[in-house]
């Protein structure tokens, strides 16, 4: 039984999810760096590994639901414990209700909100066991605003901001906590490929005011060093 803390990243890879596991990482937890690309989640693991933290990659699709179980189970089943889910991974949609295809909306809705579903539904068990556990759930602001021009996109992070407050408020007296987070503009490998698309607009020039998602990674090598 691992005697550290194991908390589960998804879309560990890059962004947020790569920051977030930095961070939990120098707070001495052990890192399950999951994403899509074995190869993204594994230069995390090379990244937390050299700041002296204990990490490993997984490669998953978070869409498959039974994937998802057979996943979370093997790494109940090797660490004794799961201790944290951050429900990181999400893909990106542009356009408005007129511009968004039905497949777009699909694959948007089995990644952003079905695999936020499966992911905590995978590990919830198990936490309820230990009567201890935390899941947070990455949102958006355009969970509660909306954004134009993102209709799947804010769909899917409405949908994770009330499915966040379901199930705190369901398991609560098992010890679980849920929360969210809903960032507003994060400058990330995630949104790059929209930015190219709006080089000459005026959102563009407004990309200095983007915060940088690495923050993070900077504030935990500071902490480490610190130390």
């Keep these: 039984m691992n005697t550290q803390k194991v908390s589960i990243v998804t879309g560990g890879g890059s962004g947020i999810g790569h920051a977030i596991s930095i961070a939990l ?101 198990h936490m309820k066991k230990r009567q201890s556990g935390v899941i947070v759930n990455m949102a958006s602001i355009a969970s509660s605003v909306g954004i134009p021009d993102r209709f799947a996109y804010s769909m899917s992070k409405g949908a994770v901001l009330t499915m966040t407050y379901s199930i705190a408020k369901d398991y609560v007296n098992d010890g679980i906590r849920c929360n969210s987070v809903a960032p507003a503009r994060v400058h990330t490998p995630f949104v790059d490929s929209y930015l190219e698309k709006i080089t000459q607009t005026k959102s563009m020039k407004c990309l200095k005011h983007y915060q940088k998602h690495n923050r993070l990674v900077e504030w935990a090598h500071q902490r480490k060093s610190a130390h």
């Design 25 to 125: 990482a120098s707070a001495e937890q052990y890192i399950i760096v999951v994403d899509l690309s074995l190869e993204s989640a594994q230069t995390t693991v090379d990244e937390i590994k050299s700041l002296g933290g204990n990490a490993e990659a997984v490669a998953l699709d978070v869409s498959n639901h039974q994937l998802t179980k057979e996943t979370f189970d093997n790494i109940a089943d090797k660490h004794g414990r799961i201790d944290v889910l951050v429900n990181n991974a999400g893909i990106g949609s542009v356009g408005t209700l007129e511009q968004t295809p039905e497949d777009e909306l699909d694959k948007v809705y089995r990644v952003n909100v079905k695999g936020v579903y499966n992911c905590a539904q995978a590990v919830v068990g």
